[in-house]
């Protein structure tokens, strides 16, 4: 198996359905090209570069998902580099969150440092429990649609 030229702790652009570019960070891989990600605004009119993300964080992510590494694997999500120390405490495995619509049920999905290794899952109540990252795989098309939705209309999201 080749080895990718992408790796956690490494930036990248995503392109916008509309022109410009989001910015995003690789926070755990496995080898079957299943990715964890934290998706970024503000948009970029071209392709950004370190220095336009070194202050993002976690917590100010506008999306974060499980998402298909086709995207960067056929370089259509150029990779702007890692920074110079990365520390996968800082960008943690979500709690995911998935709804059942047939049968009203939500749960909350654990999974361990592989993205596509479920650990546990937990029935959790309606309300407050359904918010959070969507349980699911997104292919690299459907990252682009929903940030460019996202950013459309942006103040400063994700900055």
């Not at 943690?92 to 969150?97: K, N, S």
């Amino acid at each position: 198996m080749k080895r990718p030229k992408y790796g956690e702790g490494d930036w990248f652009a995503v392109p916008l359905r509309d022109g410009g570019y989001a910015t995003g960070i690789i926070a755990r891989m496995n080898p079957n090209g299943v990715l964890l990600g934290y998706f970024f605004g503000p948009r970029h009119d071209d392709v950004p570069v370190l220095a336009d993300v070194y202050h993002l964080v976690a917590e100010n992510a506008c999306l974060v998902g499980k998402f298909g590494h086709l995207g960067l694997k056929d370089g259509t999500w150029p990779i702007l580099g890692c920074l110079s120390v990365w520390d996968r405490d800082l960008w943690p495995m979500p709690v995911f969150v998935r709804y059942e619509e047939l049968t009203g049920r939500t749960f909350h999905m654990y999974y361990g440092d592989d993205p596509n290794r479920l650990v546990r899952q937990v029935q959790v109540f309606p309300g407050a429990a359904e918010q959070g990252p969507k349980e699911g795989l997104m292919g690299y098309a459907y990252v682009e649609i929903v940030l460019t939705r996202m950013l459309q209309n942006e103040g400063n999201i994700g900055a």
